[in-house]
């Protein structure tokens, strides 16, 4: 209730200003294709789980959450885009890596050698890494110990 003279009570009902800008965090989000990259995004985003298509290049996503927005850069797994990952990563805060807990011993060692690969480069080195092993619901998917 304002007791205030009604052009104080409206002002201080509708005048309070915008509400205090949350902090934003610059993310990179890597991985081979098929590893769950994108799905996770979606889901964090609220979006319908239909339709996901795999990033062929690459996608930008503003994740809110209550006290900061991270802004997303995800990045295409396949062969002939990682190479060009590096390109990508200037102005990161950290590292997410996707890794398919269910693919082949092949797949799982190029994920490896991506992810060292990930670990040595200089824009990336000294930044908090997310190995997230996705796809844990599968009959196939290693342990945390395994992969």
Known sequence: VCFAP?????????????????????????????????????????????????????????????????NVKELGGADNIRKYWSRYYQGSQGVIFVLDSASSEDDLETARNELHSALQHPQLCTLPFLILANHQDKPAARSVQEV
């Open 6 to 70: 009604p052009w104080q009570c409206f002002r201080a009902l509708c005048c309070k200003g915008p509400p205090p800008p949350r902090p934003e965090y610059d993310l990179v989000c890597i991985g081979l294709s098929g590893s769950g990259k994108t799905s996770l995004l979606s889901q964090l985003c609220s979006e319908s789980p239909e339709n996901i298509v795999s990033t062929t290049g690459f996608s930008i996503k503003a994740v809110p959450f209550q006290n900061a927005i991270l």
